[in-house]
């Protein structure tokens, strides 16, 4: 691993420490399988225990990945051969796991958003400080190698003061209507690893959200109080403005794209390829398409989180996010919330 002067940890692989670091994973859906796989190939990490209250699906992870299948956390957080915990529950567990971690001394990396509430996040903040554990929110993107370059290259001052950002995010196929409660719906869930995109290229601070929301892939999640597309923009207290454009369906694939406007120049990154191979013939011009879904496209930085997450438990490192700066992000997304049901500028509460 490498660190950037101005402060931005870049991919690369962590020294492995001479034992194992006994690690559990919470949560056994479809982000919880990236982290088992990842974890249990990990020179760095043991995979002790899968555990979910389907245990099925835990024991089907465990098979798959090894360690030992579990419906309830109680087991890994008594178990002193665990020292990691990646907390990838459903978001509504999000808060009772990061403080049981906290009070049983393992260091966690929590997805993103901490808590089903802003109080809850600030919980999680606290309780993580005071006991002086580990603990970092799941901003694996910051990690990508694309991301991590145009925000080195950003903060070194190479296109100037950043006046604009504009972030787009679009999932290829959408996520059932019915799992909105559980993940906090696409503002919180989606939303919050570009809030945190946003402030970090900035390197200033969050102060006001104006947001407008509709169901135009699906009609069922306005029956959960979600949307399925938004626009949004986020002003700064450097005076930068930054658009953020989401939606849950893209039928061509998982399309992203960063955008980082100063004023010496201009950075973009996004829209990657399954190939770079470009067919030309009389009638048109075929490029690769682009990658299918998240999990494809951003797969590296979930190996280098862990990367990283190692390196801070076993030589102090600095975690890539902060509990802070999911707090801040959290807070975005509230005020967003707020803002798409009031149809008004939402101040941002500074909280974090």
Same mark, same amino acid.
């Given at each position: 691993?490498?660190?950037?002067?101005?402060?931005?940890?870049? !991919?690369?692989?962590?020294?492995?420490?001479?034992?194992?670091?006994?690690?559990?994973?919470?949560?056994?859906?479809?982000?919880?399988?990236?982290?088992?796989?990842?974890?249990?190939?990990?020179?760095? =990490?043991?995979?002790?225990?899968?555990?979910?209250?389907?245990?099925?699906?835990?024991?089907?992870?465990?098979?798959?990945?090894?360690?030992?299948?579990?419906?309830?956390?109680?087991?890994? #957080?008594?178990?002193?051969?665990?020292?990691?915990?990646?907390?990838?529950?459903?978001?509504?567990?999000?808060?009772?796991?990061?403080? @049981?971690?906290?009070?049983?001394?393992?260091?966690?990396?929590?997805? +993103?958003?901490?808590?089903?509430?802003?109080?809850?996040?600030?919980?999680?903040?606290?309780?993580?400080?005071?006991?002086?554990?580990?603990?970092?929110?799941?901003?694996?993107?910051?990690?990508?190698?694309?991301?991590?370059?145009?925000?080195?290259?950003? #903060?070194?001052?190479?296109?100037?003061?950043?006046?604009?950002?504009?972030?787009?995010?679009?999932?290829? +196929? !959408?996520?059932?209507?019915?799992?909105?409660?559980?993940?906090?719906?696409?503002?919180?869930? +989606?939303?919050?690893? =570009?809030?945190?995109?946003?402030?970090?290229?900035?390197?200033?601070?969050?102060?006001?959200?104006? @947001?407008?929301?509709?169901? #135009?892939?699906?009609?069922?999640?306005?029956?959960?109080?979600?949307?399925?597309?938004?626009?949004?923009?986020?002003?700064?207290?450097?005076?930068?403005?930054?658009?953020?454009? =989401?939606?849950?369906?893209?039928?061509?694939?998982?399309?992203?794209?960063?955008?980082?406007?100063?004023?010496?120049?201009?950075?973009?990154?996004?829209?990657?390829?399954?190939?770079?191979?470009?067919?030309?013939?009389?009638?048109?011009?075929?490029?690769?398409?682009?990658?299918?879904?998240?999990?494809?496209?951003?797969?590296?930085?979930?190996?280098?989180?862990?990367?990283?997450? @190692?390196?801070?438990?076993?030589?102090?490192?600095?975690?890539?996010?902060?509990? @802070?700066?999911?707090?801040?992000?959290?807070?975005?997304?509230?005020?967003?919330?707020?803002?798409? +049901?009031?149809?008004?500028?939402?101040?941002?509460?500074?909280?974090?």
């Amino acid at each position: 691993m490498t660190q950037h002067s101005r402060g931005i940890i870049t !991919p690369g692989r962590s020294p492995v420490p001479r034992s194992m670091i006994g690690c559990a994973v919470f949560g056994a859906g479809v982000i919880g399988e990236v982290h088992a796989r990842n974890v249990s190939r990990h020179g760095s =990490f043991d995979l002790r225990y899968v555990i979910d209250p389907a245990i099925d699906r835990a024991r089907t992870l465990a098979q798959t990945w090894g360690g030992t299948a579990a419906a309830d956390i109680a087991p890994a #957080l008594a178990d002193d051969t665990v020292a990691a915990v990646i907390i990838a529950s459903s978001t509504s567990a999000h808060e009772e796991h990061a403080l @049981a971690c906290a009070g049983a001394g393992k260091a966690f990396i929590c997805e +993103k958003p901490l808590a089903g509430s802003l109080e809850g996040a600030r919980a999680c903040v606290a309780s993580a400080a005071a006991s002086g554990v580990v603990a970092a929110t799941g901003f694996n993107r910051r990690l990508d190698h694309d991301y991590a370059a145009v925000a080195a290259r950003t #903060l070194d001052g190479e296109i100037g003061a950043v006046e604009m950002l504009h972030f787009a995010s679009r999932g290829h +196929k !959408p996520p059932a209507p019915e799992t909105a409660p559980h993940s906090g719906g696409m503002i919180r869930e +989606k939303g919050a690893h =570009f809030f945190d995109l946003a402030a970090w290229l900035t390197g200033a601070e969050p102060v006001e959200v104006y @947001a407008v929301g509709a169901c #135009l892939v699906d009609p069922r999640f306005a029956d959960y109080g979600d949307v399925d597309t938004a626009a949004l923009t986020v002003r700064f207290d450097s005076g930068a403005l930054a658009t953020f454009d =989401f939606g849950r369906r893209a039928v061509f694939g998982q399309d992203e794209l960063i955008e980082v406007f100063g004023s010496q120049g201009m950075l973009v990154t996004g829209r990657h390829r399954r190939g770079n191979v470009a067919h030309f013939t009389g009638g048109a011009v075929t490029e690769a398409e682009v990658m299918p879904g998240w999990h494809e496209r951003f797969a590296d930085s979930y190996v280098a989180e862990l990367d990283v997450f @190692a390196a801070a438990m076993t030589h102090g490192e600095p975690v890539h996010a902060s509990l @802070a700066d999911g707090l801040r992000a959290q807070a975005v997304a509230e005020a967003a919330v707020r803002s798409i +049901k009031q149809n008004r500028p939402v101040a941002i509460e500074r909280i974090w």
